[in-house]
T-cell receptor
Framework: DAGVTQSPTHLIKTRGQHVTLRCSPI?????VSWYQQVLGQGPQFIFQ???????GRGNFPDRFSARQFPNYSSELNVNALLLGDSALYLC????FGRGRYEQYFGPGTRLTVT | AQSVTQLDSQVPVFEEAPVELRCNYS??????LFWYVQYPNQGLQLLLK??????LVKGINGFEAEFNKSQTSFHLRKPSVHISDTAEYFC?????????????FGKGTLLTVNP
């Protein structure tokens, strides 16, 4: 069974551009979360989606948006890129219930804004 | 709101020595606690978790952690480390009973195992 997959693995963009990052969760997981990890810091929560609905939003500007598709895959969009958006963007696929807790992270997308 | 403090940003140790990575949290509600490991240029891997039950939790790669509610701590330990344990370790909390799966992470502890 495949783990969480993210694409692309690396990306270089220029200030002002926009970017779309993609994530496919583990089969059977209906929740996807996005995190931003700036170099030297712990991951910061951006969004969580469950069954295509937004369930949580972190302290990020409106330039950041996301959506979840019927197959539970997800996209993170960032508009008007700033240098400070350079980071590793992590997707997490989650299942919780019936005494189980599963949250698995993908390998991340490394975004560099120049 | 929850917060997590990892008391040491870097911990250097020699191979086969014991190690403890410290984590304290603050929360006004019950939380679930996690330790993740991140190897260079990789995503996060779950080491262990505390949801309920025994306060001593065993994880992968020989790591264990103890939940101490009175001290609001969840320190990670390993009795004998290997070179391959060199990585960044993150402590994280999740508000139990919450409607979302938001994890709040600490800033991380870089464990460097020297020969």
């Amino acid at each position: 069974d495949a783990g969480v997959t993210q694409s692309p693995t690396h990306l270089i963009k220029t200030r002002g551009q926009h970017v779309t990052l993609r994530c496919s969760p583990i089969s059977g997981h209906k929740s996807v979360s996005w995190y931003q990890q700036v170099l030297g810091q712990g991951p910061q929560f951006i969004f969580q989606y469950y069954e295509k609905e937004e369930r949580g939003r972190g302290n990020f500007p409106d330039r950041f948006s996301a959506r979840q598709f019927p197959n539970y895959s997800s996209e993170l969009n960032v508009n008007a890129l700033l240098l400070g958006d350079s980071a590793l963007y992590l997707c997490a696929s989650s299942f919780f219930g019936r005494g189980r807790y599963e949250q698995y992270f993908g390998p991340g997308t490394r975004l560099t804004v120049t | 709101a929850q917060s997590v403090t990892q008391l040491d940003s870097q911990v250097p140790v020699f191979e086969e020595a014991p190690v403890e990575l410290r984590c304290n949290y603050s929360s006004s509600v019950s939380v679930y606690l996690f330790w993740y490991v991140q190897y260079p240029n990789q995503g996060l891997q779950l080491l262990l978790k505390y949801l309920s039950g025994s306060t001593l939790v065993k994880g992968i790669n020989g790591f264990e952690a103890e939940f101490n509610k009175s001290q609001t701590s969840f320190h990670l330990r390993k009795p004998s480390v290997h070179i391959s344990d060199t990585a960044e370790y993150f402590c994280a909390v999740w508000r139990s009973g919450g409607s979302n799966y938001k994890l709040t992470f600490g800033k991380g502890t870089l464990l460097t195992v020297n020969p």
